[in-house]
Each structure stands twice: as structure tokens, then as C-alpha cells.
């Protein structure tokens, strides 16, 4: 059974297409698309009109359009007023034909590491449906929705936001029966003025919130009040607080694993996550109250978590040999590079604090922090138990840590550096924001298991 018809994507859109045609996906990138989607050509960094022609060549069935492109007159286009509109149209339209039980994930920190324990634990048990990467912004949301099957049983949508007034239309799109706040931190800071006012926007997800529906809420932050208040809807508590109807017991971290124990309102469970870190177990528990809400079965839930990992960028670690075959050791690489926060980095520092061998922070500055920013950075010195500091950027520059290392304005200028700071059996983590280019030095790090990638003079990486 096809995803999309000519005829039901027309109706959805209200636009107008002369080709018949039948899409089994829905894409929004030419370079993932895939022979049977449809290609949305959405107007962002550069114009998706552009590149209409490569995706037909590539097997598109259709485009989504808002004019013609050249020389593609009689060609399969589905012709909107507004390309974004049209994509929010048949995310729209595709939650309203499924009967899916929706859960809808926001917060500060743990959104996709969340969505993705989600994915884990609801493997065989039904047709579940869940966000890819971190698609949780404007285009995110309705591409996610558009490409849920009618027969979707449970889906998992990510809704995230950096500036005031975007969650509340993203979750009125997605009509959740959970409604997911993982926590409330200080993020984004340079489009509000304090912690309130991100939980207030946070609780903007329940504006969405289906009849009956059950709000999540992590009991253990300060705006729990603020989150409370916004919910008006049957609310379950998660954390370590005593109020929690899902409590975190104790968590043991080690040998790649935690080990969770959890009181529930169907009692103790103990169950283990396939990646290190306390703040991992917090999220879990959460999670489980996702799971509970939904009526999912815990107790395959809880086995399959077993299997879950970190995704990549967000906590994924793997052995680095240095040299050919390992031949001068290996070092372990925790990749957190994707993106950071205040809350995030620490967590991630506590959780490199707890391994074994010699502990090597590399970190990136933390954007979008406003005026904050200099005193966020400093709050880090005071995390004890990291061997050596090494940083790129000019507010993690002015951090006084006792261990510090090297100093770089860039995160290429670190890569053509950092080989010669590694050693056999350190555990290397790597965070930073997006905008830090924080991949470039795991590239520079993956890339030591070549003896002569070690030899590069600076500036040649």
C-alpha cells in the first residue's frame, strides 16, 4: 500500500497536479531520497526548486512545488502556493487518518537519546513509527507526520524549539495522547530572558495534548510548578523525587552499561541501558512512564533497553587503535559532538569522570547562551575528576580549568593538534555546540588509527 496517491495528497494540500502518481515515502533531501518518495522542495539554506530535476532522475514519483522549474512543464508536480504549508498539510492530514496512540517528546536535554530508548523499547509490539534524527523544528515535525503509514499503531514525534512561540503549533499538529517534557534547563538563553520562561514555553506542548491525554513530568527540576500548572491533564511524575510515580531507585554505571532500579506503580524493576551515565538512567525512567501511559508492554520494553545505545554524537563510544592493527594501544572516544548546553556538558563531564584511565575533555563553546554565556562556561571548572581540559573557542578559552590543555580559536586548528595528545587507554570525550564544527577533531581522532595520519603537519587535516 502506497504512503501518498496523486488524488489523497491533492486533497490534502489543496494543490493541483495533472500526472498521477503513487508515493511510498516522503523526502525532503536529495541526497537520502530514495526511488517512490515524493520530494518536497522546501525553500531553506538554498532553494529545494533547484534541485527538482536531480530528484525526479533519482526515482521521485513526484515534487511538491510552489512554481515550475524550468523544462519540467509535463513532469509529476504537485503545485502549492507555499512548499512548507503543503508539507504541514500532509502531516496534518496523515496524523488525522491513523488511529496511532501519539507521544510527543520535548525538553532542554534528552530529547532524541529519549525518542530513540522509545524506538528500542516498542520494537514488536505493533507498527511504530518514529521521528528520524533529530527532525523536531517546523519542517521536522510535518515531514515526520507525513511519512506516518496509516497503519501506524504508536508514534514517537520529537518537538524541539530555540526561540519563543514554536512548540505550541508543532504539537497541535502532532495531537498527542503523552505529552513528554524531559527537563527544563538553561538553554537557548539568548531568546529568553530566564529558566521560567523556557517552561513556559516547554508546557506549550500540552496545547496540543489530545482529550484524555497524560502529561510526563520530571519531578526533581525547579519549574516543575510552572510545567504543573500548563498541563491540566492527568500528569505522571518521574525522577528521583519521593512525589515521583516513577522513581529512580539507584543506577550502577560501568562495562558500557547502567543498571537502572526503578520504583513503579507496578512496582520494582530493574532493567540495564546499552551506554553509561546517571543521566541516562534519569531519562530512562521517564521513558518508562512514556511507555506506561501508553499502555506498552514494560516488561519487553525493559529487555529490549538492554540494546539501546546512545546515538551517535550524543554519548556513542567506541576503541580507537592507535596505529596499524592497534599496534600502539587504543583509546577509548566518547562522541558527544553533536550539540551542548550547560546541563548536557555537565552530564557528560560527570559520566567521563567515572571511567577508568586517564580522562581527556575536548570541549566546544556553548552557544545561544546570551549574556549568561561567561558565567555558564566558568560553572564547569568546579567539575572535579578530569585529567586534562582541552578547548575550542573563545568562552571555553576563558574557563579556568585546572587541567588545562590546549587552546584553540577553531575546531580544525584543535584536529591538526590533538593527535599528539593522545595516549594508550585515555578516555577521550568530545563536546561542544553544533556551530563548534565539534566533528572535525572526532574525524582527526577516528583518523589515529592511521599511522600516518599522525604525522600530518598542522593545518593539513
Not at 489523497?8 to 497536479?17: H, L, P
Not at 532522475?57 to 512545488?65: D, M, R, S
Not at 580522562?359 to 586534562?388: C, N, Q, R, S, W
Not at 578559552?397 to 580544525?412: D, H, I
Amino acid at each position: 500500500m502506497s504512503l501518498w496517491t496523486r488524488d489523497e495528497a491533492v486533497a490534502a494540500t489543496g494543490g493541483t497536479c495533472a500526472v498521477d502518481w503513487a508515493a511510498n515515502g516522503v523526502s525532503i533531501d536529495t541526497r537520502t531520497l530514495e526511488k517512490g518518495d515524493l520530494f518536497v522542495a522546501l525553500s531553506a539554506s538554498r532553494d529545494g526548486h533547484d534541485f527538482v530535476a536531480q530528484a525526479l532522475e533519482k526515482g521521485a514519483v513526484a515534487a511538491l512545488v510552489s512554481r515550475i522549474p524550468a523544462g519540467l512543464k509535463n513532469a509529476p508536480l504537485l503545485l502549492v502556493p507555499d512548499v512548507l504549508k503543503g508539507l504541514e498539510a500532509l502531516g496534518i492530514a496523515a496524523r488525522a487518518r491513523t488511529n496511532a496512540r501519539v507521544i510527543a517528546i520535548t525538553g532542554s536535554v534528552g530529547k532524541t537519546g529519549s525518542k530513540e530508548m522509545l524506538r528500542v523499547a516498542l520494537e514488536g509490539q505493533g507498527n511504530i513509527h518514529v521521528a528520524e534524527k533529530s527532525y523536531n523544528n517546523h519542517e521536522g515535525v510535518p515531514l515526520t507526520l507525513a511519512r506516518m503509514p496509516v497503519d501506524t499503531d504508536i508514534a514517537v514525534i520529537e518537538i524541539g524549539m530555540n526561540h519563543p512561540g514554536e512548540i505550541a503549533p508543532l504539537a497541535k499538529m502532532a495531537r498527542p495522547h503523552v505529552a513528554f517534557i524531559t527537563t527544563v534547563a538553561p538553554v537557548h538563553l539568548a531568546a529568553f530572558s530566564d529558566i521560567e520562561e523556557i517552561a513556559a514555553e516547554k508546557a506549550e506542548i500540552f496545547k496540543g495534548l489530545e482529550p484524555g491525554g497524560i502529561a510526563i513530568l520530571n519531578a526533581d527540576i525547579e519549574t516543575l510548578p510552572i510545567l504543573a500548572k500548563h498541563a491540566s491533564a492527568k500528569t505522571l511524575l518521574f525522577g528521583q523525587s519521593k512525589t515521583a510515580d516513577f522513581r529512580l531507585l539507584s543506577c550502577d554505571v560501568g562495562n558500557g552499561a547502567t543498571v537502572v532500579r526503578a520504583n513503579t506503580p507496578m512496582g520494582e524493576i530493574m532493567f540495564k541501558l546499552g551506554g553509561e551515565g546517571a543521566h541516562l538512567a534519569q531519562n530512562a525512567v521517564g521513558v518508562l512512564a512514556g511507555l506506561y501511559a501508553l499502555k506498552a508492554d514494560l516488561g519487553r520494553a525493559t529487555l529490549a533497553l538492554a540494546s539501546w545505545h546512545p546515538p551517535e554524537g550524543r554519548g556513542a563510544r567506541q576503541q580507537i587503535p592507535l596505529g596499524p592493527k592497534g599496534l600502539d594501544g587504543h583509546f577509548t572516544l566518547i562522541n558527544e559532538s553533536y550539540n551542548a548546553n550547560p546541563a548536557s556538558t555537565r552530564a557528560a563531564l560527570e559520566t567521563l569522570a567515572q571511567q577508568a584511565g586517564r580522562k581527556v575533555a575536548i570541549l566546544g563553546d556553548m552557544l545561544e547562551l546570551g549574556g549568561t554565556a561567561p558565567a555558564l562556561h566558568a560553572a564547569l571548572a568546579g567539575i572535579e575528576g578530569i585529567d586534562i581540559t582541552h578547548t575550542v573557542g573563545p568562552l571555553m578559552a576563558a574557563v579556568p580549568f585546572g587541567n588545562r590543555g590546549l587552546r584553540a580559536e577553531t575546531s580544525s586548528e584543535l584536529a591538526a593538534q590533538i593527535g599528539r595528545q593522545i595516549q594508550a587507554g585515555d578516555v577521550v570525550m568530545v563536546k561542544g555546540s553544533l556551530g563548534m564544527k565539534m566533528a572535525k577533531i572526532i574525524d582527526a581522532l577516528m583518523n589515529l588509527s592511521d599511522a600516518e595520519s599522525q604525522q600530518k603537519p598542522e593545518g593539513k587535516f
